[in-house]
């Protein structure tokens, strides 16, 4: 490899001043600055390739179960035209805005969460904006709210590799990102756009969650493979990544997410996830 083509990875250089690779003359810094009051430790960012994998119900059981252990936990929802958090957790109405910042909205639990459906005048008012203002509410989201002492912050993205993925991990420390798939022959090829883009933005990947595993029946408590046998495996042995959790289909879940209650769902299918990330450096 010629000096002039060597990755900054791999001279460690701080991307702005660097003679010796790519960035030398074309780096431009993206990153959005943090609110002056907002203090947040820990960003992860919850993704998958296509949309309804079950990603925003990932994110508000991660959420849930990682307040519930005592981390201040927050959910910066950056679904802007499909956001769902906020029913998941029962919230309606408007943030408030002060003249310093917009203030997160809390569950009952105390999950500090902001989502343009708490923006809105109406929830179902649909957000029809063009690619540049949802990539930059992204961005808003992280700077203009005032996020105090968060431990943990779940980022639920969009579905795919667009704007406001990239917007998000150019733009927002990201500390690791979960991948969410479904039991599907396409699980590989989307899983593996997921981890490239992962691999160009350099953000480690903690692992992946299957949703839709199975169907547990309450009447014999035998497992019914209802997406037929599960593609997680090869996909995990393909892309040398780790299978985090794999989660039921449960009638009882998406009750508790229709009507506002994901707080009170009991489930310890995920203590494995909380720990990684409790242990995370
Ligand atoms: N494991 C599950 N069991 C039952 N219903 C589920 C499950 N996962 C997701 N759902 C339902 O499917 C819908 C889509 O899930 P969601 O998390 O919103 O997907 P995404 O955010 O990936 O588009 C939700 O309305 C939810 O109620
Ligand atoms: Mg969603």
């Given at each position: 490899m010629s000096e002039q083509n060597r990755q900054c990875s791999d001279t460690g250089c701080d991307k702005t001043s660097c003679e010796n690779c790519d960035h030398a003359n074309t780096a431009t810094n993206f990153s959005a600055p943090l609110h002056e009051m907002s203090t947040v430790k820990k960003v992860i960012g919850i993704v998958s390739g296509k949309g309804g994998v079950g990603k925003s119900i990932v994110t508000s059981l991660l959420a849930a179960a990682m307040q519930k252990a005592g981390k201040k936990t927050a959910v910066l929802d950056a679904d802007i035209t499909g956001p769902s958090i906020p029913k998941a957790f029962g919230l309606h109405g408007k943030a408030n805005a002060t003249e310093i910042g917009l203030l997160p909205m809390q569950t009952t639990s105390g999950i500090e969460i902001i989502s343009t459906n708490l923006l809105l005048n109406n929830e179902t008012d649909p957000v029809v904006w063009r690619g540049p203002i949802i990539a930059g509410t992204v961005k808003q989201f992280w700077s203009?709210?005032?996020?105090?002492?968060?431990e943990y912050m779940f980022i639920d993205m969009p579905p795919g590799t667009g704007d406001v993925p990239l917007t998000v991990f150019q733009s927002l420390p990201v500390d690791a990102i979960i991948i969410v798939t479904s039991p599907q022959e396409l699980v590989s090829m989307i899983v593996g756009k997921a981890v490239k883009m992962a691999a160009m933005m350099q953000i480690p990947i903690l692992g992946l969650i299957e949703n839709y595993s199975y169907f547990q029946c309450p009447d014999n408590g035998k497992k019914y493979h209802i997406f037929g046998p599960s593609h997680l495996q090869a996909a995990a042995d393909a892309y040398g990544l780790k299978i985090l959790a794999e989660l039921p289909i449960d009638p009882d879940l998406a009750a508790a997410c229709d009507s506002g209650n994901i707080e009170n769902y009991q489930t310890n299918i995920l203590d494995n996830v909380i720990n990684l990330l409790k242990n995370m450096k």
């Open positions: 203009d709210v005032i996020w105090t002492d968060i």
